[in-house]
């Protein structure tokens, strides 16, 4: 699981690797067009159920990835993701609730 950290305190959300490569893509090319834009995230957000982002040039992003393996993006994903954010309901993502890790007693 990657994260997404949001405004000047770093505030992150979960997200697995390969929809966070495809977020990345989709929210660089927004913002680089200087195009604000909503995210909501559904799902085990920190704040609760969902939570709606507003992503704008000024406002803090980083991308942290679990893996360094990039893949390949799926451009109809990319395409469905950048056309959402035009709408006016902004860009919809589901968070995967992340599994515990388990220690094995030795």
């Keep these: ?13 979960e997200i697995d690797d390969t929809t966070l490569r495809h ?3 989709a929210i660089i090319a927004k913002l680089r067009r200087r195009e604000p834009f909503a995210l909501t995230l559904h799902g085990p957000t920190p704040e609760g159920i969902a939570e709606t982002l507003w ?3 000024s406002i803090p992003l980083r991308f942290v990835f679990e893996t360094a393996d990039s893949g390949e993006l799926d ?4 395409e469905r993701l950048v056309a959402a954010a035009n709408s006016a309901g902004g860009m ?5 609730v992340a ?8």
């Design 75 to 78: 451009r109809d994903r990319l």
């Design 55 to 57: 992503l704008q040039p």
């Design 1 to 13: 699981m990657g994260r997404l950290a949001y405004g000047i305190d770093g505030h992150h959300y």
């Design 23 to 25: 977020l990345r893509a």
């Design 99 to 106: 599994q515990p890790s388990l220690a094995l007693a030795g």
């Design 92 to 96: 919809h993502v589901e968070l995967e």
